[in-house]
Nanobody, 123 residues
Framework: QVQLVESGGGLVQAGGSLRLSCAAS????????MGWFRQAPGKEREFVAR????????YYSDSVKGRFTISRDNAKNTVILQMNSLKEEDPGVYYC????????????????WGQGAQVTVSS
């Protein structure tokens, strides 16, 4: 059974940085796509970034491109989202997700989800 556990959320001033981690367990993730999504109050869950575990190919939403970096640590089975230059439009609950059969940006096809990590940005 796949388990995803996020950590690293918190409160940061606009312009600051946060680092989110997603610890993955229960499977060999070499064939998985790992994604980060976020959801603000009253809004739909939206795609942030994804990475193919084996090849390390990354893809970002336009709103975070150039500010956020997704990476994976194979030894620790962890996916990391480094968030720099945080803006007032970045807050929300950030979710880590995993899919073995889908490599896109829509949240619905991802089979496994973490519990989420709250990110708050103050002005």
């Amino acid at each position: 059974q796949v388990q995803l556990v996020e950590s690293g959320g918190g409160l940061v001033q606009a312009g600051g940085s946060l680092r989110l981690s997603c610890a993955a367990s229960g499977r060999t993730f070499s064939s998985y796509t790992m994604g980060w999504f976020r959801q603000a109050p009253g809004k739909e869950r939206e795609f942030v970034a994804r990475i193919s575990w084996s090849a390390g190919i990354t893809y970002y939403s336009d709103s975070v491109k150039g500010r956020f970096t997704i990476s994976r640590d194979n030894a620790k089975n962890t996916v990391i989202l480094q968030m720099n230059s945080l803006k007032e439009e970045d807050p929300g609950v950030y979710y880590c997700a995993a899919s073995v059969g889908y490599s896109g940006s829509r949240p619905a096809p991802y089979e496994c989800w973490g519990q989420g990590a709250q990110v708050t940005v103050s002005s």
